[in-house]
């Protein structure tokens, strides 16, 4: 794809997730304020109607165009993968979307809309005006490597959840908040129960944990033939196993003890982070560096 159609493709998307973002903070205060329509309660339960989310899938296909053009490139039946930072954040990004979209049709999730496309917005930005040279950071994937395929995949959607769940567990404690100051009870009123929003935290942190697990399971085996080098306790790998335990820390102590949604954001947002600085934080240095 020429480098104009990929810009094209990059601003579509963008202004696709404006007028998406701008929707649904519309239909948000509008719950606040009282005075949204049956009609739109009445057509998505979950909290949106259907017309933001409808956008943000437009937005998306635009944003897979964008993403596949940097991140993949097919030559004589082998298939390059660009782990750059710029190509990555746009790809993992398009993931991320793709799950909340996914996540919404049967999660109370949906007003997690005005967090998610601004931040997705911001990616995209980030992806395009990030300049450093990073034609040394591709490497080479052959299609017929099933394990590779499906390790890049859990990686990402190990990611993706996490993720999720940080925003989710963050909403959900300034919702905590206020509900203790008996504040802004409109507000609370716009979102999910609160035992609901905790639980979502969790079943979120899970299955990303469950993801992350398998992640590290097929690198740790299948190093030699996934990427051609016996394991190494790179940086990468050391945040990967920090993420995973302080995410098995949570989920643990919710078993065991009941841990509320407000004691495990901490934990959960520093295994978010982990994660962050395992890839991206990694990747932006060695490239400022390089």
Excluded at 26 to 48: C, F, K, M
Excluded at 198 to 222: A, D, H, N, Y
Excluded at 227 to 246: D, K, N, R, S, Y
């Amino acid at each position: 794809m020429s480098m104009i159609n990929s810009s094209l493709a990059m601003w579509g998307a963008t202004g696709l997730y404006c007028l998406a973002s701008a929707g649904a903070l519309h239909q948000l205060l509008s719950s606040v304020r009282g005075i949204s329509s049956t009609a739109e309660d009445s057509s998505n339960p979950l909290g949106l109607s259907r017309w933001p989310l409808s956008i943000g899938v437009l937005a998306w296909c635009a944003h897979c165009v964008y993403a596949g053009s940097l991140a993949f490139d097919y030559s004589e039946s082998v298939l390059t993968l660009n782990l750059s930072v710029t190509s990555m954040s746009a790809l993992i990004s398009a993931f991320l979307v793709a799950t909340f979209l996914l996540l919404c049709s049967f999660m109370t999730l949906s007003r997690l809309a005005v967090i998610v496309f601004p931040l997705t917005i911001a990616s995209l930005l980030f992806s395009h005006f990030w300049s450093l040279d990073s034609s040394q950071s591709v490497v080479i994937a052959r299609g017929t490597s099933t394990s590779l395929k499906l390790h890049i995949l859990t990686s990402i959607l190990a990611y993706t959840f996490i993720t999720i769940s940080t925003i989710q567990s963050l909403v959900y404690r300034f919702q905590e908040a206020q509900l203790k100051k008996r504040v802004k009870a409109k507000l609370m009123a716009a979102l999910p129960p609160l035992e609901t929003m905790e639980s979502l935290v969790f079943r979120l942190l899970l299955i990303g944990f469950i993801l992350l697990s398998i992640t590290l399971i097929s690198g740790s085996l299948f190093s030699q033939t996934l990427f051609g080098v016996p394991v190494e306790f790179t940086h990468h790998t050391v945040f990967a196993l920090l993420a995973w335990i302080l995410s098995a820390r949570v989920i643990y102590a919710r078993a065991i003890a009941g841990m509320s949604g407000g004691q495990a954001m901490p934990w959960i947002i520093g295994a978010f982070l982990c994660i962050q600085l395992g890839y991206f934080g990694s990747k932006i240095i060695w490239e400022i560096l390089n």
